[in-house]
DNA sequence: TGAATAGTGTCTTTGAGACACTATAGG
DNA sequence: CCTATAGTGTCTCAAAGACACTATTCA
């Protein structure tokens, strides 16, 4: 067994529970920009997804392995946001917990897990338990930092998409109507034309684009 | 004692020791932005000074223990960094590290700890154990981006100043030179005028200001 | 007076915002 | 033709960069 400076082991100090908590944000439709939430295991009410940190396991993989449980998405890359250490703030005893940010195309959503989960407007907040709702709001302000940086450096759309596409789902991240002449030369240069055109839609045709490898 | 859904309690789970390493940044009048590294309690070289995590402790107040412990400073406000969870990391066992900054006026680190303390210039970063050269990287990025913003968020100068000192001390930051005229335009509105002067050096005496209310 | 530093005028460049125009499709 | 959407020209405005000028002090 290692030792520290002082001679005892690791074992003799005392360890709290960590827990991972993700804000899972994905675009829907008609609603926006949304937080994914799930039913408490105890008690009633809804809280993002998270789970404790079990031996050896990496936070993201602790992340991946609470989404697939409860809304069975997978292969994902969390980022962290920030550790919540409040004493108190977990009534079950001393528990840290790591805020991730998780942003996933709609269609990873699985309809069958609609009875346990569901779809939260950003701007319209529920009452979340534990630091949940802060979670949730420095969530928002990550992407939206993101994305006034990239073009969908999450990939919020397929591999392809039209200028239209691209700012409607920035105007939902942002919360705000863009305008659509700066918006198209703020990123046109950072995409790659693919030569094609959209064809069935109302007006005149559009150009298609896809990210740019440094996107990816 | 409180049960989580599956119905065992916390004490059921294996617990991960959770450490606080903290870049401690400050300005050297001749070496510019520098970092604080401590002599390791074990073995040989140096380290960013850092501690275990004790029972019910917040993230701050072990950053703040360790900061007096092994340099004699207090009263500190540490901002979370990012978690490091690689296995393997330490060697001790199953170590998690919350990464730190705190930046500090030269004027609060003791003489008498340069013994067992020292200064290393964040240009010629040396050999650091774990994941310390990271945070160390991480925390210059930190501080340039806060001074992209605001004169002196960090309260690197004392209460008042001459544009000319926050300008050295911007460029010791950002690790290059800035244009006198341009900086003025951009500071002087973020600042407060005195109405005092500078006398007794060189050239013509200079305005003193102090921080806005809102940096405080 | 000359050197050194403080502070400002102003020209250029750049990028965002705003408006309006042209272009191309369906009905 | 009309309507809807795509794409572009261009004017304005604000801020940064660059250069040069004036201002005030000490030696």
Redesign the interface.
């Known amino acids: 067994m ?5 001679g005892r082991t ?1 074992a003799d ?6 827990a991972v908590d993700t804000a899972l944000l994905t675009l829907d439709r008609s609603l926006g920009l949304v937080v994914l939430e799930v039913r408490r ?2 008690g009633r009410g809804w809280a993002l997804p998270g789970t ?5 396991e ?2 993201a993989d602790a992340v991946n392995r609470s989404l697939w449980d409860k809304a069975h998405i997978r292969g994902l890359r969390p980022r ?1 946001l ?2 919540f ?3 108190g703030r977990d ?6 917990s ?1 805020a991730h940010i998780q942003v996933v195309h709609a269609s990873r959503l699985e309809d069958r897990f609609h009875d346990s989960t569901r779809l939260v407007p950003v701007t319209q907040p529920g009452r979340l338990p534990f630091d949940h709702a802060e979670i949730a709001k420095s969530a928002v302000h990550n992407i939206r930092s993101r994305y006034s940086d990239e073009p969908d450096p999450d990939h919020l759309l397929g591999d392809s998409f039209t200028l239209r596409e691209l700012r409607l789902a920035h105007e939902a991240v942002m919360g705000r109507e863009l305008q659509r002449d700066t918006f198209r030369r703020t990123m046109e240069p950072r995409l790659v034309a693919t030569g094609e055109t959209t064809a069935g839609g109302r007006g005149r045709p559009a150009e298609v684009f896809r990210r740019a490898a440094a996107e990816s």
């Open positions: 290692f030792r520290d400076g002082s690791l100090y005392p360890r709290p529970s960590v295991p105890t404790f940190l079990h031996e050896h990496r936070l962290q920030q550790v250490d409040a004493p009534d079950r005893g001393w528990v840290l790591v």
